[in-house]
């Protein structure tokens, strides 16, 4: 969902977050990946401007915090 609101592909995930294309797949398969691998991605999102909504009744999700901050933190 955060990359998709970012409006990246899985090439850009990789890139931006220094990690393989097959990376981001067995993610979003929810295959099991490295906590360090988990936290790098997390960090990547949060600069990009996602926010991380915790679970609730209705289970996690994510959300822009601001489009300017996701325009001046992607590389170009």
Same mark, same amino acid.
Request: net charge positive.
């Given at each position: 969902?955060? %990359?998709? $609101?970012? @409006?990246? @592909?899985? %090439?850009?995930? $990789?890139?931006? +977050?220094?990690? /393989?294309?097959?990376?981001? /797949? !067995?993610?979003? %398969? @929810?295959?099991?990946?490295? /906590?360090?691998?988990? *936290? *790098?991605? !997390? %960090?990547?999102?949060?600069? +990009?401007?996602?926010?991380?909504?915790?679970? *609730?009744?209705?289970?996690? @999700?994510?959300?822009?915090?601001?489009?300017?901050?996701? !325009? $001046? +933190?992607?590389?170009?």
């Amino acid at each position: 969902m955060a %990359r998709v $609101a970012l @409006g990246w @592909g899985v %090439r850009d995930l $990789a890139k931006y +977050a220094n990690v /393989s294309t097959d990376t981001i /797949s !067995r993610l979003e %398969r @929810g295959e099991v990946l490295k /906590s360090r691998t988990l *936290d *790098d991605l !997390r %960090r990547t999102f949060e600069a +990009a401007g996602i926010e991380f909504i915790p679970e *609730d009744a209705k289970g996690p @999700g994510v959300r822009l915090r601001e489009r300017l901050e996701v !325009r $001046a +933190a992607t590389p170009d």
